[in-house]
């Protein structure tokens, strides 16, 4: 029965991001192929995915169940972030560790134990935070490969389990 519930929580993470990939993130367009205007003017995918949101699922990986990006890319906490603080991986730190960015959603087949957020970086942009640490991937890493756990001792996968995944 697991099998066939992680199936579907796989199968909708793909077509989450199969919409969101045809929505654009950084778009500015209120129309579109999928498209329909909500009641603000921003457009939605069939799904209620607004341009510029980024679906966080669980996966299974070499590790457990981690925290993902829709597209499999594992997220990692970086640990000389601060609780509630700014994002500090920043220049050639980013270079290697891009901060995952954009209006966080966690995925329909998904319920994560902790609270998706985000913080304003300098530049204006917002980086993804989970229970109040900010998020990113690593650079190069294929999906689902957690090759950056325990990096220079501070980077590290969100662990969670299987009972994060909503069973239908």
């Known amino acids: 029965m697991r099998k066939c519930g992680w199936a579907v929580a796989a199968g909708l993470g793909s077509l989450v991001l199969l919409l969101t ?8 367009s209120t129309g579109g192929s999928g498209s329909t205007p909500t009641a603000g003017g921003q457009p939605t995918s069939a799904l209620g995915i607004t341009p510029g949101t ?25 640990g000389n972030d601060k609780k509630g603080g700014l994002p500090t991986c920043t220049g050639s730190c980013a270079a ?28 204006g942009a917002k980086q993804i935070t989970y229970n109040g640490y900010p998020l990113y991937t690593f650079k190069g890493a294929k999906p689902l490969a957690v090759t950056g756990e325990g990096l220079d001792g501070v980077w590290h996968v969100i662990k969670l389990s299987a009972s994060d995944i909503t069973m239908s």
């Not at 679906?55 to 981690?66: D, M, R």
């Not at 954009?102 to 530049?123: E, Y």
Request: with cysteine; glycine share 12%; net charge positive.
């Open 96 to 123: 290697i560790w891009p901060a995952v960015t954009g209006r966080p959603m966690a995925s329909a087949a998904d319920t994560l134990p902790g609270k998706l957020g985000t913080v304003t970086m300098p530049n």
């Open 54 to 78: 980024t679906v966080l699922i669980v996966q299974k990986s070499a590790l457990g169940f981690v925290l993902a990006e829709a597209n499999g890319q594992v997220v990692y906490m970086y």
């Open 21 to 28: 990939a045809c929505g654009g993130s950084s778009s500015s």
